[in-house]
């Protein structure tokens, strides 16, 4: 029993290097490999109107004295672009940008737009006469319209509207 011993442990020894050889073959090498690639976006020059606001005059009796109201809306165009904001004569017939009219059936209620807290400066639609002129930023910018109802003969009751059209140019 002895002598098989010796037989077998030095054979056991004499295999070991054949045995790991065997097992370092089979095992992977990790191995990496590279390469770049380019993001793009081409910007170009644009302009949206984000927000809207109704102009709401309220409610009134005779209209014996001015009426007051504002309201706001706000463009948003691409850095250093330059714009004009033109607000058009309203979808009432017979409305001009000097003065607009609302209607409820056949009356009307004539009303007026300015771009100054003043209401002087008639804010109407004619690029480099009554627009509003402007360089974007990137971000949103708020406009003010200052609207005025004149006094004027009062028709009769009812809500009175109008539809007025903001055209950005750039």
Same mark, same amino acid.
């Given at each position: 029993?002895?002598?098989?011993?010796?037989?077998?442990?030095?054979?056991?020894?004499?295999?070991?290097?054949?045995?790991?050889?065997?097992?370092?073959?089979?095992?992977?090498?990790? !191995? &990496? /490999? #590279?390469?770049?690639? +380019?993001?793009?976006? %081409?910007?170009?020059? @644009?302009?949206?109107?984000?927000?809207?606001? *109704?102009?709401?005059?309220?409610?009134?009796?005779?209209?014996?004295?001015?009426?007051? !109201? &504002? /309201? #706001?809306?706000?463009? +948003?165009?691409?850095? %250093?672009?330059?714009? @004009?904001?033109?607000?058009?004569?309203?979808? *009432?017939?017979?409305?001009?940008?000097?003065?607009?009219?609302?209607?409820?059936?056949? !009356? &009307?209620?004539?009303?007026?737009?300015?771009?100054?807290?003043?209401?002087?400066?008639?804010?109407?639609?004619?690029?480099?006469?009554?627009?509003?002129?402007?360089?974007?930023?990137?971000?949103?910018?708020?406009?003010?319209?200052?609207?005025?109802?004149?006094?004027?003969?009062?028709?009769?009751?009812?809500?009175?509207?109008d539809t007025v059209t903001i055209t950005v140019t750039f």
């Open positions: 029993m002895l002598r098989l011993l010796q037989t077998v442990v030095p054979f056991r020894l004499a295999l070991a290097p054949v045995l790991l050889a065997c097992l370092s073959q089979g095992k992977a090498e990790a !191995a &990496t /490999t #590279t390469a770049n690639f +380019q993001s793009q976006i %081409t910007i170009v020059a @644009d302009c949206q109107i984000p927000s809207t606001n *109704t102009l709401n005059f309220g409610s009134n009796g005779a209209l014996t004295a001015n009426v007051d !109201a &504002t /309201t #706001t809306f706000s463009v +948003q165009c691409t850095n %250093t672009t330059p714009y @004009d904001i033109g607000l058009n004569q309203g979808t *009432t017939a017979g409305g001009t940008t000097a003065t607009r009219l609302m209607t409820s059936g056949s !009356a &009307t209620v004539s009303y007026q737009m300015f771009s100054d807290a003043a209401r002087t400066v008639n804010w109407g639609n004619t690029v480099g006469t009554d627009t509003v002129a402007g360089t974007g930023n990137g971000a949103a910018q708020s406009y003010t319209i200052f609207g005025r109802v004149p006094a004027q003969t009062t028709p009769a009751s009812g809500l009175y509207t």
